[in-house]
């Protein structure tokens, strides 16, 4: 039986992870920190945090495994170095946190292309957090990386959507690693990777998912 942390909760694919998660018997319990207070379930632990001042000694941040699905883009954090704490430096510092209080596993929603080398700012970001999850030597580590999400979200997001809509038209002629991927089926395998905490690195491409 394991207790998970789940940060992105209120997201696409973070809301997928709560409500399998919640319904999921290997799961004793699911400690969701969230700015805004979740529905309320016998298995939830909502601790009403700022991400900027995460509280260091929580005794909530002893789980068995973390799984992040925290993300944004450019325009909603307004900037480059806005963008970069939230996709970079907050699932890191929950990393660090998590580990220090006796997590083994972490599962991270990351990209498709994600890459330190890559010339697009997105990608080398992503990049640069598997790099730096990495180095943190978690003895389980799942990388799962769509490409583009399919799902209701309560944001608009122009482009992704028009990239969406074209991947799906052009369905049967894509390679399934550029078909659009269900939040559902990302949330999946991040749940399973987070319960199953395999040793080593691992990295969960699109082709797998669709």
């Not at 598997?130 to 490409?147: C, H, I, K, M, Q």
């Not at 959507?161 to 074209?166: D, E, P, R, Y």
């Not at 799906?168 to 078909?179: A, D, G, K, Q």
């Amino acid at each position: 039986m394991t207790r998970v942390m789940l940060v992105g909760a209120t997201g696409l694919v973070g809301s997928r992870v709560l409500a399998q998660a919640l319904t999921h018997d290997a799961v004793t319990q699911l400690v969701a920190p969230t700015r805004r207070p979740l529905a309320t379930h016998p298995k939830l632990l909502n601790p009403d945090v700022s991400f900027h001042r995460l509280p260091e000694e929580a005794e909530w941040w002893a789980v068995d495994a973390v799984i992040c699905t925290l993300g944004t883009t450019i325009a909603k954090a307004g900037s480059k170095p806005a963008f970069y704490q939230v996709d970079h430096d907050l699932p890191l510092r929950v990393g660090q946190l998590a580990l220090a209080h006796g997590a083994r596993a972490y599962a991270l929603n990351s990209a498709l292309g994600a890459d330190v080398q890559s010339r697009v700012f997105y990608s080398r970001t992503k990049g640069e957090l598997e790099r730096d999850l990495l180095a943190l030597g978690y003895p389980s580590l799942t990388f799962v990386r769509p490409g583009l999400i399919g799902g209701e979200r309560n944001e608009s997001r122009p482009a992704e959507q028009f990239g969406i809509t074209v991947s799906t038209w052009l369905r049967p002629l894509l390679p399934s690693r550029y078909r659009v991927v269900p939040a559902a089926r990302i949330a999946q395998h991040l749940l399973q990777a987070a319960l199953a905490a395999r040793p080593g690195v691992q990295v969960v491409m699109p082709e797998q998912m669709v």
